[in-house]
C-alpha cells in the first residue's frame, strides 16, 4: 500500500469548472481520480466547499446548457 505524501484541498470554484468539460478538465480530472485510488494525495473537502458545490452546481449546468445551445449547429 502507497504511503499518502500530499494534502490537497480544491476551493469550490475548481470543482465547478470541471462542468465547462474541456480535454485538459477530463485529462485532470482522470490524473486526479488515479492518484487518489493510488493514495498518492489525500483530498480535502470541507462542509463549506460541499455546501457551495451544491448551491451553485445547478447554475453552473445551466450556464454550460446555455452556452450549448447558443452554440448548435442548424
Known amino acids: 500500500m502507497a504511503v499518502i505524501s500530499r494534502h490537497l484541498f480544491v476551493d469550490t470554484n475548481v470543482f465547478l469548472s470541471f462542468y465547462d468539460f474541456t480535454d485538459d478538465d477530463l485529462d485532470s480530472l482522470s490524473k ?12 480535502f473537502v470541507t462542509d463549506q466547499v460541499k455546501d457551495e458545490f451544491y448551491r451553485n452546481r445547478e447554475n453552473k449546468i445551466k450556464s454550460c446548457l446555455d452556452i450549448f445551445d447558443k452554440s448548435r449547429f442548424s
Open 32 to 43: 486526479l481520480k488515479g492518484l487518489l485510488k493510488e493514495r498518492h494525495i489525500k483530498l
